[in-house]
Every structure is written in structure tokens, then in C-alpha cells.
């Protein structure tokens, strides 16, 4: 599986942005696909999750200002990002076929390059 993110980019506090992810390869044998982030000198953290059928998962951090969605075939999913923080700021990575818990970013199977999302004050 191959996952290309973009929609990255500079935003103020307050705005939005929606990140997409395209998957290919063997795209349609995908159950789960997940949204990281990762701050400089920080640990990557769990953004959310998103089932092949349409089950949604969040981290705290994010619940109530982001929205996974996806397409029917889950080929393509979508990080809508509302109230951005500039705590928000960070490198978004979309991630594919965890083997155990969806929050944990060691089981993921299949990773796309990471798309830079900056929230200035």
C-alpha cells in the first residue's frame, strides 16, 4: 500500500485546513486507516482513525475540532481541521493496517510522507 498525504500549509489560529490522503496498491484490502502527527522534539501522537466502515476513533487532543471521513472504498480519507491551535503545528503523516491498537503508531504497517501544517498565533 502506498499512501500520498497532502493539503498541508500555513493557517492562523482559529482557521482550518483538511488534509488528504490517497491511497493505491493494495489499497482495497485496507480495514484501518489513521492520521499521526509528530512536533519537533516531540513524540508522534495519534490523531485519529478511520474503519473501512466508517467507524471513527480521535485522540484528546483533537476530539470536537477534527473529522476523519473517507471515501466508500476508504481509498482516500480526509482530516478536517477546525479551531487550529498553534499547538496543531506539526508534521501530519496518514498511516495504514495497524496489526494491534489503532493508537499506537508502532503498528502500522504502512506510513505516507507527512505533510507540514504550521498555526500561527
Known amino acids: 500500500v502506498q499512501l500520498q498525504a497532502s493539503g498541508g500549509g500555513l493557517v492562523q489560529a482559529g482557521g482550518s485546513l483538511r488534509l488528504s490522503c490517497a491511497a493505491s496498491?493494495?489499497?482495497?484490502?485496507?480495514?484501518?486507516m489513521g492520521w499521526f502527527r509528530q512536533a519537533p522534539g516531540k513524540e508522534r501522537e495519534f490523531v485519529g482513525a478511520?474503519?473501512?466502515?466508517?467507524?471513527?476513533y480521535y485522540g484528546d487532543s483533537v476530539k470536537g475540532r477534527f473529522t476523519i471521513s473517507g471515501d466508500n472504498a476508504k481509498t482516500t480519507v480526509y482530516l478536517q481541521m477546525n479551531s487550529l491551535k498553534p499547538g496543531d503545528t506539526a508534521v501530519y503523516y496518514c498511516?495504514?493496517?495497524?496489526?494491534?491498537?489503532?493508537?499506537?503508531?508502532?503498528?502500522?504497517?504502512?506510513w505516507g510522507q507527512g505533510t507540514q501544517v504550521t498555526v500561527s498565533s
Open positions: 498511516a495504514a493496517d495497524p496489526s494491534g491498537r489503532l493508537s499506537r503508531s508502532s503498528d502500522y504497517a504502512y
Open positions: 496498491g493494495r489499497a482495497s484490502s485496507t480495514n484501518i
Open positions: 478511520i474503519s473501512r466502515w466508517s467507524t471513527t
